[in-house]
């Protein structure tokens, strides 16, 4: 399976909005509503932020949220902190396992 | 409480073999398919295999196929990846992650390192 494209950087000041895309195809992102997010900070495992598109996880802050249409999707982080600074991954199923976008550095000015 | 624990990385030479393992603890793991998902030095993340939380369906990204194989015991609550002909192109950190929803893994271990150089 081919990656998922995500731009490699992304960067926001404080308090700001930041929207980070991931492109794939009628077979992956646009045919499924099982995109997700993760978050991975630098020497740490990568944390679940966004699921199913649009459904955050017990403990993400809402400040995350996801959405699609056609074969994009989408992360937004809202009012941008310090922490959010980190590598970002989209991901979708494939009809039997998954794919991962390549990743965007969100840098947080 | 909740998390995986992999172990079995190591430094080894091409060809040779190598089984990683990973202990759950603080759910039902039999339960759950589960995913091995590796990350090259400074790369993204790759989809190694999956497998079913019975066992029955095992898939696998094209560059492992034949190599590796992913397996469970339930009774034991560890989910293994035996990996054989390895090559430089293995080297990676390798996560064990449990499957929420549709290749959604909401739960990583810490993550494991398999260096491969002669």
């Known amino acids: 399976q081919s990656a998922l494209t995500q731009p490699p950087s992304a960067s926001g000041s404080p308090g700001q909005s930041v929207t980070i895309s991931c492109t794939g195809t009628s077979s992956d992102v646009g045919g499924y509503n099982y995109v997700s997010w993760y978050q991975q900070h630098p020497g740490k495992a990568p944390k679940l932020m966004i699921y199913e598109v649009s459904k955050r996880p017990s403990g993400v802050p809402d400040r995350f949220s996801g959405s699609k249409s056609g074969n994009t999707a989408s992360l937004t982080v809202a009012g941008l902190q310090a922490e959010d600074e980190a590598d970002y991954y989209c991901?979708?199923?494939?009809?039997?396992?998954?794919?991962f976008g390549g990743g965007t550095k969100l840098t947080v000015l | 409480q909740v998390q995986l624990v992999e172990s079995g990385g190591g430094v080894v030479q091409p060809g040779t073999s190598l089984r990683l393992s990973c202990v759950a603890s603080?759910?039902?793991?039999?339960?759950?398919?589960f995913y091995w998902v590796r990350q090259a030095p400074g790369k993204g993340l790759e989809w190694v295999a999956v497998i079913w939380y019975d066992g029955s369906k095992k898939y696998y990204v094209d560059s492992v196929k034949g190599r590796f194989t992913i397996s469970r015991d339930n009774s034991k609550n560890t989910l293994y990846l035996e990996m054989n002909s390895l090559s430089a192109e293995d080297t990676a950190m390798y996560y064990c992650?449990?499957?929420?929803?549709?290749?959604?893994?909401?739960?990583w271990g810490q993550g494991t390192t398999v260096t491969v150089y002669s």
């Open positions: 991901s979708s199923y494939v009809g039997s396992s998954g794919v």
């Open positions: 603080g759910f039902t793991f039999s339960r759950h398919g």
């Open positions: 992650a449990r499957d929420v929803s549709y290749c959604s893994l909401d739960v």
